[in-house]
């Protein structure tokens, strides 16, 4: 990865925002910038030298894998605010961009009181790069998409009428790992019967039931990329009623990312599955006297070194479409105490339109 | 667990901060107060109610997992801000308190600009009330130190000339799960022979080396409740010089684990271990002008649905151990490229000091 252009690219926006230098404080963004996968760390990029602050117990890490063109800075139970005071003597900065995201209300009054400079808080500045992957980041998502297929096509094998979710999960936790993965990248949602109503189910001692949904939403993170896929099969047979609303998922699915390239706004990609699904009449129903949906969940997301990032593909969402840009689609029909169907993949937004980053169909499975 | 009391107890404090809302983001402090496990929510307690906010994804999970007291306001992809002005005016609150550490600026500013009622940023309100365990608490810890000893033992016995730190990793996450455990407590850290130097080693494809340090940095989360235990051993031997600052290593444990009872301040307790491994000549040493220490960090910190909370024990510490505290002690030796020796249990702070909640002795390991 190029870890020298990204730096760049964060700081040819100094002049933009009427900064001097920029904290980075999210470790995804620090990871995006310099390959650091420990837990603790601060990044201040400057006019002259890209510095990495970071304690004790990293400094051998920090020299394996940190981006040669940083100089370590040992920092361990400091005042980051004294810290940055220090620092930006030496390296004459006097406006510091901060992560308005990332740093917490206690973090900034400390760096205000004790920093002597002046502190501006700013958005998104790193997410916005993140949001469009280049040729390299695709191929590491693209490996970390063929794992999670791998790993799922296993499980499928291990179901079984005595099998639990939390059984599977933990199979799949281990599988994954074996096969290099750092770690899930969510915890797998395993959910069968009646759990798959819930788009997030926790994972439970529920064992199968005939003829009813299983939803496998899964994904790795695999060296710091993550993937992110849903298939929702069928345990010993599939009633009629169940498989027409898997046809009107798959529908949705297809239907929206076929609608989806460079552009497009992420909301409308969201209507054209929304209006499928309540167009067959999946709209709304009744809790006593409240309405609720039966897709109430945003339509997907943007995936890369975090699992949800940047763009949201939903309701509400002012972004839009760029060539570069990998998102799920991940449309679903839950019916409250009964059970749910969802189907997600994962696409590349091409100059043409959306390329699938999945192989496996989403044809109705029935297990075994 | 006593949810009720819990929620009285942060009510209680409202006078006393000037406030007469407050509004709880981390899942942490939610989990602690509700019982919730899912991933997105956020409360507001008043006066009259605590409301719990959550999205369509978690409207089942609500009713099944949390306490019973609250009342559901769905909300999903909206301005928090404007959903707190709309519940401020039904529940006649103006001063809401939030959790400045878990708040970020950025959500700040949003709520400020659209709440329209005085937002005021406080610290460690529900952290400290967690701080101190209650006996359902401790019992729950303890459970989750068992699992982790029980798995940490079937890990020992799969140490093996071809067997990698990745492999027993794998093995660890997968064997805690069909234990029951949601999860480990933090990435487990297993570093064999040079690894080792590293207090926060990553874990690589590094296979045995005769003779050398093997750490076991391993935890679980059970229940919500977290463990976090370092083990040392030795593969195939152990040499005098290791055996040595082994032996340094207990005594400063042990030392400092007597030092400690209520009352005693954080950071004396720190010292005595921190005295101890000095004394022996393990104070700094020199990385080309820089100087760096042997024991590089702190001795340890408080553990319970996080594993790392308060109250910290380190030399710059301001917190004092109190009855109900369940705190680690993990001093360290570390010479950098040749590897390192870290113990660490878990101790609960009893009126008359502290009473080690692990069962594994600190005697040297070496395996086969």
Redesign the interface.
Same mark, same amino acid.
């Given at each position: 990865m190029d870890f020298a252009r990204r730096i760049q690219r964060v700081c040819r926006m100094f002049a933009g925002h009427r900064i001097d230098a920029m904290l980075i404080s999210s470790l995804r963004n620090i990871y995006y910038l310099s390959s650091f996968?420990?837990?603790?760390a601060q990044v201040v990029l400057t006019r002259d030298v890209p510095l990495f602050l970071t304690?004790?117990?990293?400094?051998?890490?920090f020299a394996e894998?940190v981006h040669p063109g940083y100089e370590l800075v040992?920092f361990?139970?400091?005042s980051l605010g004294a810290k940055l005071r220090e620092l930006s003597r030496k390296h004459g900065f006097k406006r510091l961009g901060?992560e308005?995201?990332?740093?917490?209300?206690?973090q900034?009054?400390e760096m205000r009181e004790n920093a002597g400079i002046e502190i501006v808080?700013l958005?998104g500045v790193v997410e916005n790069l993140r949001a469009v992957k280049d040729a390299e980041e695709v191929a590491a998502i693209r490996k970390a998409v063929r794992l999670n297929e791998e790993v799922f096509l296993e499980l499928l094998k291990l179901v079984k009428p005595e099998v639990t979710e @939390?059984?599977l999960?933990?199979?799949y936790?281990?599988r994954i790992?074996?096969r290099?993965a750092?770690?899930a990248s969510f &915890?797998p949602l395993i959910a069968f019967g009646m759990n798959s109503?819930?788009?997030?189910?926790?994972v439970s001692r529920q064992q199968m039931m005939p003829a009813m949904p299983l939803t496998f939403d899964l994904g790795v993170s695999l060296n710091g990329y993550c993937s992110d896929m849903t298939r929702t099969v069928f345990y010993g047979g599939v009633s009629q009623g169940w498989e027409e609303i898997f046809n009107i998922v798959r529908e949705a699915k297809d239907a929206a990312s076929e609608s989806a390239r460079p552009g497009v706004s992420c909301q409308e990609v969201d209507r054209v599955a929304r209006s499928i699904i309540e167009g067959k009449g999946y709209d709304v129903y009744r809790?006593d006297s409240?309405e609720?949906?039966y897709f109430?969940?945003?339509l997907g997301h943007g995936v890369g070194l975090e699992v949800h990032e940047a763009p949201r593909l939903? @309701?509400?969402s002012t972004d839009t479409l760029k060539k570069g840009m990998v998102v799920t689609i991940e449309p679903g029909i839950y019916l &409250?105490g009964q059970g749910g169907i969802r189907l997600e993949d994962m696409y590349l937004v091409e100059e043409q339109g959306l390329s699938n980053l999945n192989t496996l169909s989403t044809d109705i499975i029935v297990v075994p």
């Open positions: 996968s420990g837990s603790t304690d004790f117990r990293y400094y051998e890490r894998e040992p361990y139970q400091e901060v308005a995201e990332h740093v917490s209300v206690a900034l009054e808080p958005k @939390a059984d999960a933990a199979e936790e281990y790992r074996k290099g750092e770690a &915890p109503s819930k788009p997030h189910a926790a809790v409240e609720r949906k109430g969940h945003g939903n @309701a509400r &409250p």
